[in-house]
């Protein structure tokens, strides 16, 4: 078995079923392989970024271990960003690329580049194969760290010749996990109990720690009001009273509103970053805070914490649960505060009753969110509409909002629609876009069609980068830079040229139809939905501003304000 | 020009023990440089299959941060904080 062969082994033995590839000079071994391998489905996407995106959105929405597989220089630099937003938000990865064969690493040889290098910010962890014998061990360490612990992407890096030389059958490395003690959850519940004012605060880390059920329980029983970040949407479930929605720069006024007058933060699975809290010397200037995460370099980061725990999620929501449910939080008071800040500061978009009114985007994905059904997944990209999904879309499961959290890719929702689609081919995988995000992978409707797979695509354009224009607006005094986008191309068009049925709606009586319609198309349709190029995200906090400083738009200025 | 005073910087000594394998001092140097520290002097030592490093850091984030941030890294065995070796000022 050669190290080609091998590396296809190992993802027999890990049920790896499908991985995201573009072949190429140095991996072509590893290609050659594929021709005899049954086991394996590799889809072929049109752009190594969008591999990359598509193993991102597999591992999102099936909770598994996502592959990507590029050749040596372009096809490795070219996964990069794809690479780097599963680093920001821990997604589970497993990287392989080709290099040029080891006699040649050094020597300026085509198509070669210092991989590991370049990539050493970006993985969790990352290897050079300068051993074909090394190749069993490296893949059983590389597929289980990526997974382990706080999860991120490995990249395994391999010259060309070691993936065409024999590998000794050597025995494998098989870690055992580390047995950590359970750890004393008393003083969280001192602390839990002493609390006037408590907000369950959580993030992407429940998912991550496949802890979703725990904590919806833990939610409920201890009925705490709840913020959740960009990457915790649908942590609460769609039927939590005190869920508050979503906190930070683009948060619910009652979210923001209930952390800023809390006593206590129960942090759980969130790292606290800057677009959730604002300014960190604002953020919940009252309160004391229990941090529960997976990793240990998140604790005190960024805000000193009281209490650290660290451990297994779900023994730890399962304890906790248990523990309150003989004697329930004494915080009625606070609930009904809570749940008055909701009706009045919550997000309730209203529906427009003019039918020939423009579209507007919060109205529209109020729509799509009450016509969907529960389980469907919706993959964002970035801009305006993912802040529209993220308000006002009402999400009943983590998984089932695929959103790029921490790096902010534009171009990441079509690729990672797809790979939410192999996740599960019968699921309703709707990517929804912008216009300028649209284009940033619009190659990958070729990947649809080849497939065939059944992704429904919204695409609200309002002819700008908007979220860049309602910056420009509200702190550059209005002086646009750049964000032009009215020559855009015929969306409806160019999806037809790749044989995807369109639509276009423009109207507020057309959205219910034309949503219906895609949902009802056997297959991969688009539905083009022209919206106001004025539109903007309401609330807002100017970067590096408080919370508690939300804009909204009848505080609306065009006053000349500069961000650093 | 007359030399103008710089912030007072803190300097900590660190010894890190960490595996044998390709871009083992990069990986280190890169956490160290993006979570805010300047390396003043480093020694470097093979010791059979692992690597043992002195470095001299200065930096006015919280050392603690940096500490948790090496200890992450997977071929990371042991990072050992030694104490503040006072403050250095620095000019120009």
Redesign the interface.
């Known amino acids: 078995m050669n190290g080609a062969q091998h590396i296809l082994d190992a993802f027999h033995r890990h049920n790896v079923s499908t991985v995201f590839g573009y072949p190429g000079g140095c991996i072509m071994p590893l290609y050659d392989a594929l021709v005899d391998d049954v086991g394996v489905e590799h889809v072929l996407c049109r752009h190594e970024q969008a591999c990359a995106l598509a193993a991102d959105g597999y591992a999102r929405a099936s909770g598994k271990l996502g592959v990507c597989i590029a050749t040596s220089g372009p096809g490795a630099t070219n996964l990069i960003t794809g690479v780097a937003n599963a680093h920001r938000d821990s997604i589970p990865l497993l990287v392989i690329t080709g290099q040029v064969p080891s006699g040649l690493i050094g020597t300026d040889a085509f198509q070669e580049t210092d991989v590991l290098g370049m990539t050493l910010g970006i993985v969790k962890h990352s290897y050079l194969i300068d051993d074909a014998d090394a190749l069993p061990a490296v893949m059983e360490e590389a597929m289980e760290l990526a997974q382990s612990g706080r999860p991120g992407p490995v990249w395994v890096d391999i010259p060309k010749d070691l993936l065409l030389t024999d590998v000794s059958d050597a025995p494998y490395f098989h870690s055992e996990p580390q047995k950590t003690s359970f750890p004393d959850l008393a003083d969280a519940l001192t602390m839990l109990r002493a609390a006037r004012k408590p907000i369950l605060y959580s993030g992407g880390g429940i998912s991550l720690a496949h802890a979703e059920d725990r904590f919806r329980t833990f939610a409920e029983s201890a009925a705490l009001p709840s913020v959740v970040t960009l990457k915790g949407i649908g942590n609460p479930g769609k039927h939590n009273p005190y869920n508050l929605g979503m906190l930070g720069m683009h948060g619910s006024r009652a979210a923001n509103k209930a952390v800023d007058e809390c006593d206590l933060l129960l942090v759980i699975g969130a790292r606290l970053d800057d677009r959730a809290t604002g300014k960190l010397d604002g953020f919940a200037p009252n309160a004391k805070m229990i941090h529960i995460d997976a990793d240990a370099a998140e604790i005190n980061k960024l805000r000193a914490t009281e209490l650290a725990i660290r451990g297994d999620l779900n023994s730890i929501l399962e304890a906790l649960t248990n523990a309150l449910q003989d004697k329930p939080l004494d915080i009625g008071g606070w609930q009904k505060q809570c749940r008055t800040w909701y009706t009045t500061g919550g997000f309730h978009a209203a529906d427009n009753e003019e039918p020939l009114a423009p579209i507007t985007g919060p109205a529209f994905v109020r729509q799509l969110s009450r016509i969907a059904l529960d389980d469907t997944v919706i993959a964002c990209d970035v801009g305006q509409h993912q802040m529209w999904v993220a308000q006002h879309y009402d999400f009943d499961h983590p998984r089932h909002h695929l959103t790029s959290g921490g790096l902010g890719t534009m171009g990441y929702g079509l690729p990672a629609a797809i790979g939410a689609q192999f996740a599960d081919r019968k699921s309703t995988v709707i990517n929804v876009t912008g216009d300028g995000s649209f284009m940033m992978n619009a190659q990958e409707l070729a990947t649809i069609r080849r497939y065939n797979l059944p992704v429904k695509l919204i695409v609200m354009d309002n002819q700008c980068l908007g979220m860049v224009r309602q910056q420009q607006e509200l702190f550059y005094g209005n002086r646009e830079s750049q964000i032009n986008l009215d020559d855009n191309p015929d969306f409806v068009a160019m999806a037809r040229a790749f044989d995807i049925p369109a639509l276009h709606i423009n109207r507020t009586d057309q959205i219910r139809r034309g949503i219906e319609t895609i949902l009802a198309y056997n297959g991969p349709m688009l539905l083009h939905v022209a919206i106001s190029r004025e539109d903007n995200v309401w609330p807002i906090v100017k970067p590096g501003a408080s919370n508690r400083e939300m804009i909204d738009e009848t505080r609306r200025t065009n006053k000349k304000e500069h961000v650093a | 020009m007359k030399p103008q005073s710089q912030p007072s910087t803190p300097s900590y000594n660190i010894n890190c023990r960490m595996s044998q394998?390709?871009?083992a001092l990069?990986?280190l140097c890169?956490v160290i440089r993006?979570r805010g520290f300047r390396i003043a002097t480093m020694a470097v030592e093979s010791a059979g299959e692992h690597l043992d490093i002195t470095l001299t850091l200065e930096g006015t984030r919280?050392i603690?941060?940096l500490q948790?941030?090496l200890?992450?890294?997977?071929?990371v065995a042991e990072v050992a904080l030694g104490q503040v070796s006072g403050v250095r000022v620095q000019t120009a």
């Open positions: 394998e390709a871009a990069e990986r890169q993006i919280p603690a941060m948790s941030q200890e992450k890294l997977h071929t």
